[in-house]
């Protein structure tokens, strides 16, 4: 059996000239050319993407850092005023005291 192509191929192919060949060429060129381009777009919005999920990362971290200070400061804040309230309950017993002297050495 031999292989023949289809009929009206060779006559196809003997018709189209090489102005033809030469825009399927330029089709195809110009499809390359628009494949790349979306290729490297896609490349750059994943490069953005893995940018941004580090600083999201970055925020992250900074945020739980600055919680665990926030939350350090309260509690040093709250021993601060139990401190305070104590030495101002001292210092009153004080001044208290200074006063019960002077009165008592006081003439009458």
Known sequence: MIDRPPSGYANAEANSGPS??????RRLAA????????VERRREADRDEDELAA????LGTDRSRLANELDGSLVRSRELERVNREVSQRLDVAIETIRA????????
């Open 20 to 25: 033809e060949v030469e825009a399927a060429t």
């Open 31 to 38: 499809a390359l050319d628009a494949l790349e381009a979306a």
């Open 55 to 58: 600083r999201i990362q970055a």
């Open 101 to 108: 002297v002077i009165d008592n050495e006081e003439p009458t």
